[in-house]
């Protein structure tokens, strides 16, 4: 976190140290106040600098054994650092004013708290209610994401009134400060420099524009990409994992299943009686469906033996036989969606997911792929593909994480 430095812990410090009795105690704030106002603007400066001058500043008070001092020059290094909130930090020290506590702060803490755990209540019902198997543990994660991306709330131009948390702005802003921070350039403030880019169209534009900063754009989504793999890989490989569990490690994930394919559909439920797990559009607007089953936890093998031959089991002709089935069904309701939804079933295709190698560890892997790949050579409209066949793909695709040629 960025130090914070502002007029209200100027002032705290000035009056500290018109208390303080011990010239040294003096002199080290006096340099604290010196580096302050050494910048070339007029903005107060901070950094690693101020919070060394103010430890200084501590020890000196209590080797004079001022421990009035000590408290006070301790809590302007919390509030520096953000340990100790602003409202509190007036409010502790009167600041800005004298007698009794301050009402409005009060009434706007009060409000503010109210509306917190209104928003709460309302978040948490919609998550549960999209997520309806999700534990206690799930929920706070999500509070948690989207505590930090709420700091970069935005008040769009063309809806007036309302606001917008962007999804996964920390997690960018958080890897630009890294960038900024380990990098060759003297930036005094990176968090506050990785603030900026992330809230301005502008100076991402300029990034993506410049060759070094496409660069950095790029990273941060072959970054955002692994962390996406590696999260989905978990999933895969937890034997008490739910198809719900593993449609939610790929949703948003697109890129995962090829380059041809722009984007999902917001609308799952496109024909009467049958809601798809993932609906994917291709670049030519073709509606593909993924059919999820379990992997690790799937019930019965992927193959078996028959004569001298692999060849799929019971639980891949199921699947398939649902997949098919789902695609009828598009047919038949080509026009209306087409008319109503705006998406094309014509030519409609579908991606079954099923199973992992280690289910059958018996069966060496390139053989149980390739009895599914001969299979699927068979099938007009329908593919079969286990989980990790699936992440295999993913990494070494382009445009995947582990693509050497970004360097």
Same mark, same amino acid.
């Given at each position: 976190?960025?130090?914070?430095v502002?007029?209200?812990l100027?002032?705290h410090?000035r009056?500290?140290s018109e ?8 002199e080290a ?10 910048g070339r603007?007029t903005?107060?400066?901070g950094?690693k600098?101020l ?9 000196k008070?209590a080797r ?9 020059v301790?809590?302007a290094?919390?509030?520096a ?11 502790r020290y009167?600041?800005?004013q004298?007698g009794?506590r ?8 009060g409000?503010?708290?109210w509306?917190?755990h ?5 978040t ?8 309806p198997?999700?534990?206690a543990e799930?929920?706070l994660?999500?509070f948690r994401?989207?505590g930090?991306?709420?700091r970069?709330l935005?008040?769009p131009a ?5 606001y917008?948390?962007?999804?996964g702005?920390a997690?960018?802003?958080l890897?630009?400060e890294r960038?900024l ?7 005094e403030?990176p968090?506050?420099a990785?603030?900026t880019?992330?809230t301005s169209?502008e100076?991402?534009?300029?990034l993506?524009?410049d060759?070094?900063?496409?660069l950095v754009?790029?990273?941060t989504?072959?970054?955002?990409r ?5 999260e989905?890989?978990?999933v895969?490989e937890?034997?008490a ?8 490690g ?13 984007g999902?559909?917001a609308?799952?439920?496109l024909?009467?009686g049958d ?16 059919e999820l089953k ?5 019930k019965?093998?992927?193959v ?12 891949v002709?199921e ?10 069904? =598009?047919?038949?309701h080509?026009?209306r969606?087409?008319? &109503? /939804?705006?998406?094309?079933? @014509? +030519?409609?295709? %579908? ?9 059958q560890?018996?069966v060496p892997?390139e053989e149980l ?9 068979? =099938?007009s409209?329908v593919?079969v593909?286990?989980?990790? &066949? /699936?992440?295999d793909?993913? @990494? +070494?695709?382009p %445009?995947?994480p582990?693509d050497?040629?970004?360097?």
């Amino acid at each position: 976190m960025a130090t914070r430095v502002d007029m209200t812990l100027e002032w705290h410090l000035r009056a500290v140290s018109e208390e303080c009795a011990d010239a040294e105690v003096r002199e080290a704030l006096d340099a604290v106040f010196a580096h302050m106002h050494s910048g070339r603007s007029t903005k107060r400066r901070g950094g690693k600098e101020l919070i060394r001058l103010l430890t200084e500043a501590r020890s000196k008070a209590a080797r004079a054994e001022e421990w009035e001092v000590v408290r006070q020059v301790h809590d302007a290094v919390a509030y520096a650092e953000g340990r100790i909130l602003r409202h509190d930090f007036k409010e502790r020290y009167r600041l800005f004013q004298d007698g009794a506590r301050n009402d409005i702060n009060r009434d706007f803490l009060g409000r503010t708290m109210w509306a917190a755990h209104h928003w709460m209540v309302s978040t948490g019902r919609e998550y549960l209610k999209a997520h309806p198997e999700a534990t206690a543990e799930d929920v706070l994660e999500h509070f948690r994401a989207e505590g930090e991306d709420a700091r970069f709330l935005e008040a769009p131009a063309d809806r007036p009134g309302r606001y917008v948390i962007p999804r996964g702005r920390a997690e960018t802003a958080l890897w630009l400060e890294r960038i900024l921070r380990d990098g060759r350039i003297d930036i005094e403030d990176p968090a506050e420099a990785a603030r900026t880019i992330v809230t301005s169209p502008e100076a991402l534009a300029l990034l993506a524009a410049d060759e070094q900063g496409h660069l950095v754009l790029q990273a941060t989504e072959l970054r955002r990409r692994a962390a996406g793999l590696e999260e989905l890989r978990q999933v895969i490989e937890d034997r008490a994992a739910h198809e719900w569990e593993l449609q939610r490690g790929l949703e948003g994930q697109h890129w995962i299943f090829g380059g041809q394919y722009v984007g999902e559909a917001a609308q799952r439920r496109l024909v009467p009686g049958d809601e798809v797990d993932i609906p994917l559009i291709r670049g030519d607007g073709a509606l593909h469906i993924v059919e999820l089953k379990r992997a690790m936890g799937l019930k019965g093998p992927l193959v078996r033996r028959h004569r001298n031959a692999w060849v799929p089991a019971a639980s891949v002709h199921e699947a398939v036989g649902q997949a098919v089935n789902y695609l009828v069904g =598009l047919d038949e309701h080509r026009t209306r969606i087409r008319d &109503e /939804l705006g998406i094309e079933t @014509r +030519r409609a295709s %579908a991606l079954v997911l099923i199973g992992h190698p280690a289910v059958q560890p018996e069966v060496p892997e390139e053989e149980l792929n390739e009895a599914l790949r001969t299979f699927n050579a068979h =099938l007009s409209r329908v593919e079969v593909l286990t989980y990790k &066949e /699936l992440l295999d793909n993913a @990494r +070494r695709s382009p %445009a995947g994480p582990d693509d050497r040629r970004r360097a």
